[in-house]
């Protein structure tokens, strides 16, 4: 059985015992906030419980790195809308310890590409068009200074409300424990 119909099969059987009721709730956060999080499979449920924080009380937003990488990418426009349409009025940026995004070698990456089937014609074509593949796909060094680098982007973003905090944190995926980067309640001068 493939992987998806091993998902389906257990899904039918969700649905038909009702085990979704537990997990009824709105669409708008309880707690009002949105946590921007590495989409590392370690905080899956780690991020959650060591935040305490249940199904309803936030929305969550993931990319690799927790990285805000364009000031008008999906990423930007998904805090914009839990904050205008969603009600929050808190966001928090959750980096982790030991990050994947922190050790990515584009031109590794690049290699992978047309190893598995990535004509290189289309990664000349690619850059061609003005897009740095390299920089595009470049990780970080310090995962603290990746989180402020995106904290300063949210906080700075010309649509994003002044008054929001913008939280930074970086969190130990193996033990859960949040270490403050930046309290965004901290007025500024």
């Known amino acids: ?13 969700f649905v038909t015992n009702k085990e979704y009721e537990p997990y009824i709730t709105t669409k708008y956060p309880d707690k009002r906030i949105v946590v921007l999080s590495c989409m590392d499979t370690r905080l899956v449920e780690l991020l959650p419980k060591a935040m305490n924080l249940r199904n309803g ?16 990418g999906a990423i930007m426009r998904s805090l914009l809308v839990a904050v205008y349409e969603l009600q929050a009025d808190e966001v928090y940026v959750v980096g982790h310890y030991d990050c994947g995004m922190s050790a990515v070698d584009p031109e590794s990456m690049i290699q992978k590409m047309i190893e598995r089937g990535i004509n290189p014609e ?19 060094g310090d995962v603290a200074t990746s989180v402020m680098k995106s904290v300063e982007t949210i906080r700075n973003h010309p649509l994003m409300i002044k008054s929001i905090p913008v939280h930074g944190l970086v969190i130990d ?13 901290v007025v500024r001068l």
């Not at 059985?1 to 059987?13: C, G, P, T, V, Y």
């Not at 937003?61 to 008008?72: D, E, Q, Y």
């Open 173 to 185: 995926p193996n033990t859960g424990r949040l270490d403050i980067i930046e309290d965004g309640t």
């Open 1 to 13: 059985m493939s992987i998806l119909q091993d998902i389906l099969s257990f899904n039918k059987d």
């Open 122 to 140: 289309i990664i000349d074509m690619v850059e061609f068009s003005g897009i740095d593949l390299k920089d595009f796909l470049r990780g970080f």
């Open 57 to 72: 009380d936030v929305k969550i937003v993931k990319s690799a790195g927790a990285l805000v990488s364009h000031p008008f």
